[in-house]
């Protein structure tokens, strides 16, 4: 272990996006008196009358919702894309738009209102899995779409307004600004090392050990090197997989495992619903091979030392670099040990 | 004005950092169902005792405040950045990191524990701007320094943690991210056209009108074309100044005024004061002309719809683009109408 990284200001180099976070180790002990978050941990019921998304009730568009019994996706009632758009370009000197065209799609994880991932079976997470590739499928055979953004806000600090265990699914005509950077870099990478990126990433992590939280047949868990969230976490496959459909049969169950570990640990790190948003970085659905991808699946959690807490990224992160306190090191051993 | 950016979702081209933003027209009539912001609107006393940056008081460090009258600078307690850290490298396989050393300044900006920028009067405003200039000059001078990021968090959902006037100051030796890009996508438009990117964004602004909120003789405040927060701004000096040393004599007090303006106008958007982090970017002190740089302020608040419902930028947003609902011109609209 290097104990610079424990002592001493430095900056970390984001080899899948060619970014740098600053981390500032000493500054740990800063106390806060700043704003505190409201904690939500009341029981909810399994069913909710008022709630749009539990099954059998009605949607804000006069749609009902089926007596559905593991997994419900339907078309977001407020897409933020819409195939139907029209297409034009604004090139007027420096002003430059496109039209941009998608599919927003909603994924109850569970009919079960009272549930989170977190409380869920990999039985049942597995379920998710299959139609997160399932989608991922259908929506990048769709000609208008190149790219599939599966992801989760879960908790009201992470602007989630529904606590019904719920996914989105935005996908799109390009590349958005994060998949674009990863693509980049993944591929500049595969171009010289005829080697996947990650897949030499996680070698190397699995030898030093001390950012792993928990590793499988099929997949590990860990903290990157570069994590920007103070407890921010990846799974990735062993084996270098573009996208989600090559996931092979057993895999799924396996993915499933280290999704239900990681969110477990979270749930115990301040006794809490553990908020976060999560999302899954694969190849783009653009007809090309995409050899240079390998996909990833990361967490990004805001709490910081409580559950009403949280890390800001504001001022000095939003006009220079992402800062944090707190050591990747640190933070993987605190969620490493509430495994099991 | 096209309304097809009024209408349909699309993405804009942000000039100055090479990145989208998404733009969904139609979802503005969304229902928000989720968090609500905490509104402190109580009135604070002109002194408080507990206040760790009023006059007179006692830091957690032992040291006392000056009895100051207007603005007071001083290293901060809980630096990210130190001069005295110590210098390292780490290039292992694909860890890849570097030691960074800084000076962290904290700046009262009046005396007055109630007062926020949008409360002061244009003149003492001003000795903000002189102290800035004051700062960026000493700092840049120190040969570890080569970029000086000034920047304020106000309000306790920007993660400030403590209400009296303040801001910061972090400068350091490498150039962070977001500078880094606009640093490229200057120096790249520099060198094409022999002319700053701003002076001829700015130019096509002031004919368009649009996102126009104010100006003054030697500035104009607007929202850009590829703003990413609901009522994200920017204020732009009409000259092509590198960095704040260039505001000559009578500006500094124009700059002021601009910053009286904006700051007050937003106070009246929902009769709040108005949070944000803002920030200056300006040319590296790293000895370089950077004649490509035109220094601008920003602002970046994060309320969307009242003083209690903010812009979450989750999920999608971290994981793929930056996106808005409301556009930047019905925002400029909605903030130009509260001016003056
Ligand atoms: O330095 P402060 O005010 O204690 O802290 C605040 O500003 C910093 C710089 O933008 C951020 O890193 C912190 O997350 C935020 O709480
Ligand atoms: O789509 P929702 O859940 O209504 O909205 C939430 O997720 C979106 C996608 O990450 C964000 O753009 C919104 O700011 C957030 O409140």
């Known amino acids: 272990?290097?104990?610079?990284?424990?002592?001493?200001?430095?900056?970390?180099?984001?080899?899948?996006?060619?970014?740098?976070?600053?981390?500032?180790?000493?500054?740990?002990?800063?106390?806060?008196?700043?704003q505190n978050e409201a904690?939500?941990?009341e029981?909810?019921?399994?069913?909710?009358?008022?709630?749009?998304?539990?099954?059998?009730?009605?949607?804000?568009?006069?749609?009902?919702?089926?007596?559905?019994?593991?997994?419900?996706?339907?078309?977001?009632?407020?897409?933020?894309?819409?195939?139907?758009?029209?297409?034009?370009?604004?090139?007027?000197?420096?002003?430059?738009a496109q039209s941009e065209q998608g599919i927003c799609k909603v994924i109850c994880f569970s009919p079960d209102h009272s549930k989170s991932l977190a409380d869920m079976a990999p039985k049942d997470i597995e379920k998710v899995v299959l139609t997160w590739q399932k989608e991922y499928k259908e929506l990048g055979e769709n000609p208008l779409i190149n790219y599939v953004q599966i992801f989760e806000n879960k908790g009201a600090v992470m602007g989630c307004s529904n606590p019904h265990p719920h996914g989105q699914i935005w996908s799109q005509s390009t590349l958005p600004?994060?998949?674009?950077?990863?693509?980049?870099?993944?591929?500049?990478?595969?171009?010289?090392?005829?080697?996947?990126?990650?897949?030499?990433?996680?070698?190397?992590?699995?030898?030093?050990?001390?950012?792993?939280?928990?590793?499988?047949?099929?997949?590990?868990?860990?903290v990157p090197f570069w994590a920007i969230w103070p407890f921010e976490t990846m799974i990735v496959p062993k084996k270098h997989q573009t996208s989600i459909l090559d996931i092979e049969n057993t895999e799924s169950l396996l993915f499933a495992e280290a999704i239900a570990v990681i969110t477990k640990a979270y749930d115990k790190l301040f006794n809490t619903s553990f908020p976060y948003s999560?999302?899954?970085?694969?190849?783009?659905?653009?007809?090309?091979?995409?050899?240079?991808?390998?996909?990833?699946?990361?967490?990004?959690?805001?709490?910081?030392?409580?559950?009403?807490?949280?890390?800001?990224?504001?001022?000095?992160?939003?006009?220079?670099?992402?800062?944090?306190?707190?050591?990747?090191?640190?933070?993987?051993?605190?969620?490493?040990?509430?495994?099991?």
């Open 177 to 222: 600004n994060e998949v674009y950077k990863k693509d980049l870099q993944q591929r500049n990478y595969f171009e010289t090392n005829k080697a996947s990126l990650l897949k030499n990433y996680i070698s190397q992590e699995l030898i030093q050990k001390e950012r792993i939280i928990f590793e499988n047949e099929a997949f590990v868990v860990l």
């Open 1 to 34: 272990m290097n104990t610079d990284l424990q002592d001493y200001s430095h900056k970390r180099f984001n080899v899948l996006t060619g970014e740098w976070v600053l981390v500032s180790p000493h500054r740990a002990k800063r106390p806060w008196q700043g």
């Open 43 to 96: 029981v909810r019921p399994s069913h909710d009358k008022s709630c749009y998304l539990c099954a059998g009730n009605t949607r804000i568009n006069g749609e009902i919702n089926p007596d559905y019994k593991d997994v419900f996706v339907f078309t977001n009632d407020f897409a933020a894309l819409q195939t139907s758009s029209k297409s034009f370009n604004v090139n007027d000197g420096l002003l430059i």
């Open 39 to 41: 904690v939500n941990n």
């Open 278 to 340: 999560s999302g899954i970085h694969q190849a783009p659905t653009n007809g090309e091979a995409n050899s240079h991808w390998h996909w990833h699946m990361s967490f990004y959690p805001p709490l910081l030392r409580s559950a009403t807490v949280k890390k800001f990224m504001v001022g000095y992160e939003m006009f220079g670099s992402p800062q944090r306190d707190i050591t990747p090191e640190i933070a993987a051993k605190m969620v490493r040990d509430l495994v099991g």
